[in-house]
Every structure is written in structure tokens, then in C-alpha cells.
């Protein structure tokens, strides 16, 4: 068995990168870009664009019939989750492999609840900097794709499919056998640099520098570690300084989507990122000021709204 067939849903910044850098390697039909038929009006009317570029997507809608895709990859917001599951039932297959592009430790048990977990490879995507401004988006740093099993070990058949599909079509990977540990390390790193960012109103250079928003940042990550420990991943410091070094290579400008978002008057991920670390906070009894506040002084931004 090899990956021909691919369906993506979401056109946020990643759902474009991702879309776009398929689109142009894959067969005709290869790719199938799952929208409802509204949006499919719109994004026929305005067109969407990568890097200045018109992006020609093969866009089908959710009730249209089709074959499973070999592939399914979910690149939506996390409050979209449930209706994006919905709209990909048409689109899933008992041989369907699964991948989801969320933030957070939580999205692949949903999508699994529906679909079933045995498809399902674990992914992280790390070190984009994708900027999304109506219908356009820029990026400078493709990052990569960290794929792997949920438990430690080694690697499945399954995953090794994926590998091979990213490989010929010339995405960044790594394949990590402690996929629990990298995602943890991801949301160490959201709940950090998304948060101060959109508090502070900044961009990647506001805390890639020293001064106040780093310092915050680096402090609601330790939150993070120490409520690994509680959880049996323990992160440690060399994993924030891993982090940090993935931050650093950003492009300065840039801004995470927790930032674009609330611009946006959209609203955000805090449940995602505070709000999960707040909810672990009081399971295991361990105080996370600084995420409070943050998650204080979003919400009090989204009431704005």
C-alpha cells in the first residue's frame, strides 16, 4: 500500500502551507480539499493565496461522495474539531490513515472516539511561522512534521507509510518514538509563546528577545514541566531550552495564531492551552499563577469581542 489519495480539511494557515505544497506534487484529484459549499463559494470568488501566489485547490464538500482517502489530515481550530469529524465521514476509510495538525494532547482521542484509534498517527507540527491575513498567507519557515505512535517504541508500518508519503513529497519530518513527550513539549511551547504573545501584543521578536514577555513566557512553560512530572512525561529544562531553539529560527515578525486570532476578533485557544494546564493545575494540586493570569487577561480581551 502506498499514500495516493489525500484529504485535508481547514484553510487556516497550515491547512493553506500544507494544502498548497501538496497541491503542486500531487496528481490531479490526489488531493482533496474538504470545505461546505458556502465556503467553497467564497474561496472560489476570492481565491486564496500562499506567498502571493493563487492557490488551485480541488475542493469537494462534506456530502459529496467519494472513496476514502488513503490519508486524512485535520488542520482546523480546535472549537471546529467536532464539525470538521463530522464533515469527514464521507472521506474515511477502514484503511484510512489519520493525522491531525491541532494544538494541545487532546485532538487525536476525539477524532479516535469517532474513527477509531488503530489509523491514527500521532503528529506535531512545529516551527512554522504561517501568517493568515483574510485570505492570504506568508510564511518564510515550512518547519516540520513530528509523526510517530502514541506509546513509546518502535516504528509501525503505518508510520513508516507516512514517512515514505512526506518524504516523496518533500515535507520536513522526523519520526519520534516518544510521540507523548513531543506533544507535551508542543503545548509547553504554546502555552508559553502563544499566550504571552497575544497578551503582550507583540510578535515572535517580542519574545525572542530579552525583557518582560520572554520572561513570562519562559515561566508559564515551567508550569508545564512541572505538571509533567504529575503526569508521568517529565519534561525537563534541556526540553525548554529545545524549544526555545525552535522559537529562535522563527521569523521575528511572525506571530502565532492565538495572536491572529484575537486581531482577528476571533476567538481563541486559551481552553487549549491555559485552560488545560489550569484543569491539570487543580487535579494534582500544583499552583499555575502565570497561566492564570493569562488565561485572565485573554478572556478578558475575547469580552471585547
Same mark, same amino acid.
Given at each position: ?7 485535508? /480539511?481547514?484553510?487556516?494557515? @497550515? ?5 498548497? #505544497? *501538496?497541491?503542486?506534487? =500531487? ?19 476570492? #481565491? ?10 480541488? &475542493? ?24 470538521? /469529524?463530522?464533515? &469527514? ?12 495538525? @491541532? ?6 482521542? =476525539?477524532?479516535? +472516539?469517532?474513527?477509531? =484509534? ?18 492570504? &498567507? ?5 518547519? &516540520? @512534521?513530528?509523526?510517530? %505512535? ?23 519530518? %522526523? ?13 509547553? @511551547? ?23 514577555? +520572554?520572561?513570562? =513566557? ?6 508545564? /514541566? ?17 524549544? *526555545? ?38 487535579? #494534582? ?8 493570569? *493569562? ?8 469580552? +471585547?469581542?
Amino acid at each position: 500500500m502506498s499514500i495516493r489519495t489525500v484529504s485535508i /480539511i481547514g484553510l487556516g494557515a @497550515l491547512g493553506i502551507l500544507f494544502g498548497r #505544497h *501538496l497541491s503542486d506534487r =500531487m496528481p490531479p484529484g490526489g488531493l482533496r480539499v474538504i470545505a461546505d459549499r458556502d465556503r467553497i463559494r467564497r474561496y472560489e470568488q476570492e #481565491h486564496i493565496y500562499c506567498n502571493g501566489e493563487p492557490c488551485h485547490f480541488h &475542493m469537494v464538500s462534506p456530502e459529496a461522495a467519494a472513496e476514502p482517502a488513503d490519508l486524512v489530515i485535520f488542520a482546523v481550530k480546535y472549537n471546529d474539531l467536532p464539525d470538521a /469529524i463530522e464533515a &469527514m465521514k464521507n472521506q474515511v476509510g477502514e484503511r484510512t490513515i489519520i493525522l491531525s495538525l @491541532l494544538n494541545g494532547i487532546s485532538s487525536e482521542a =476525539m477524532i479516535g +472516539r469517532v474513527f477509531g =484509534m488503530d489509523n491514527i498517527v500521532y503528529c506535531v507540527a512545529q516551527g512554522m511561522d504561517a501568517v493568515k491575513a483574510g485570505n492570504k &498567507m506568508t510564511y518564510e519557515n515550512m518547519g &516540520m @512534521l513530528c509523526i510517530g %505512535e502514541q506509546e513509546p517504541g518502535e516504528v509501525s508500518s503505518k508510520v513508516r507509510l507516512v514517512a515514505d508519503f512526506l518524504e516523496q513529497m518533500e515535507i520536513p519530518y %522526523e519520526v519520534d518514538t516518544d510521540m507523548k513527550k513531543r506533544m507535551w513539549g508542543k503545548l509547553m @511551547l504554546n502555552v508559553g509563546v502563544n499566550q504571552t504573545v497575544a497578551v503582550y501584543e507583540s510578535d515572535y521578536g517580542g519574545i525572542q528577545r530579552e525583557g518582560p514577555a +520572554r520572561d513570562t =513566557m519562559i515561566a508559564a512553560m515551567r508550569e508545564v /514541566i512541572e505538571l509533567s512530572a504529575k503526569e508521568g512525561i517529565s519534561l525537563t529544562e534541556e526540553d525548554l531550552s529545545y524549544w *526555545l531553539k525552535i522559537l529562535s529560527r522563527l521569523n521575528p515578525e511572525g506571530k502565532p495564531s492565538m495572536r491572529q486570532d484575537l486581531e482577528a476578533g476571533r476567538y481563541s485557544e486559551v481552553e487549549l492551552f491555559a485552560g488545560t494546564v489550569l484543569g491539570l493545575g487543580q487535579k #494534582h494540586g500544583v499552583p499555575t499563577p502565570v497561566n492564570q493570569a *493569562l488565561y485572565e487577561k485573554i478572556k478578558l480581551i475575547e469580552s +471585547r469581542f
